[in-house]
């Protein structure tokens, strides 16, 4: 089946908690495949409302629409149509407490501006039952949703989805992230391709330094952005694509 009809929704709503600004909103997300696949966090598609969205990759500006989501684990999937290659990041589905984790994404953009931000951090051990959730603490901000925690080879070892209640600022300095396992299980349930990392990309320490694996992950991480709201006649999610 066709993945556009078998799972069209009008959206995008990322954020930690949500971000809101001049009657939008904003997050992250990162390219799974080279054909223009982005994952995300799927509460960012959870709206009963058809919700006009941009892409920001780079210097370009797409439109998108979403194509998959599992609700239960917060988990989703969307598109941009581009003739380009788009350079993703392979998925791991190990990982091991204590391993060094980076949290990546456009958090803030009110207060700063459309800037990618690395959070170094390593995988906690879990304080509650979720076992398609890794605990890591690494920071996370209000529009960090939906980007990706890669381990130091770059690999994608989740989607950042929750960050811990701070008192004392909007950040987080424990965040969850949704386990890679379970975005492969949603993309092949909708025939997508993904990519799985190797032994060699998990342990032959490819970056010295966390700065230079961010710079390397930096244009598989996209920022986007909520520019009109169409609520529908039903109050149900809107059939038509964008």
């Known amino acids: 089946m066709n993945y556009i009809n078998k799972f ?3 959206v995008l709503l990322f954020s ?5 600004f001049a ?6 997300g990162f390219f799974i495949n080279g054909n223009g696949f982005i994952a995300t966090a799927g509460h960012v598609i959870e709206s009963k409302h058809q919700l006009l969205i941009k892409v920001t990759w780079g210097q370009s500006t797409y439109y998108a629409i979403a194509i998959a989501a599992d609700f239960t684990r917060d988990a989703g999937i969307i598109k941009i149509f581009t003739n380009e290659i788009t350079p ?4 791991r589905l190990d990982g091991q407490i204590g391993m060094g984790t980076l949290s990546l994404g456009f958090p803030l953009a009110r207060q700063i501006g459309y800037k990618m ?5 390593i ?9 398609f959730e890794w605990q890591t603490s ?3 901000c209000p529009g960090n949703s939906g980007g990706p925690l890669v381990d130091k080879n770059i690999n994608a070892i989740g989607i950042i989805t929750t960050g811990w209640f701070n008192p004392f600022s909007p950040c987080s300095t424990m965040s969850g992230a949704v386990k890679a396992s379970v975005l492969r299980i949603l993309a092949h349930e909708y025939g997508i391709h993904t990519h ?4 060699m990309d998990r342990f032959r320490g490819r970056f010295s330094e966390w700065e230079q694996a961010a710079q390397a992950a930096k244009p598989s991480v996209v920022f986007i952005e909520v520019v009109e709201i169409i609520p529908t006649e039903q109050g149900e999610f809107a059939n038509d694509t964008l």
């Not at 799985?196 to 032994?199: A, C, M, N, V």
């Open 123 to 131: 995988l906690l051990d879990h304080f509650y039952t979720k076992d």
């Open 23 to 28: 009657g939008k909103w904003s997050g992250s």
């Open 117 to 121: 931000v690395a959070g170094p951090g």
């Open 138 to 140: 690494s920071q996370a």
């Open 88 to 91: 993703h990041l392979n998925l």
């Open 16 to 20: 930690l908690s949500t971000l809101s």
């Open 8 to 10: 069209l929704i009008g």
């Open 196 to 199: 799985l990392s190797t032994l």
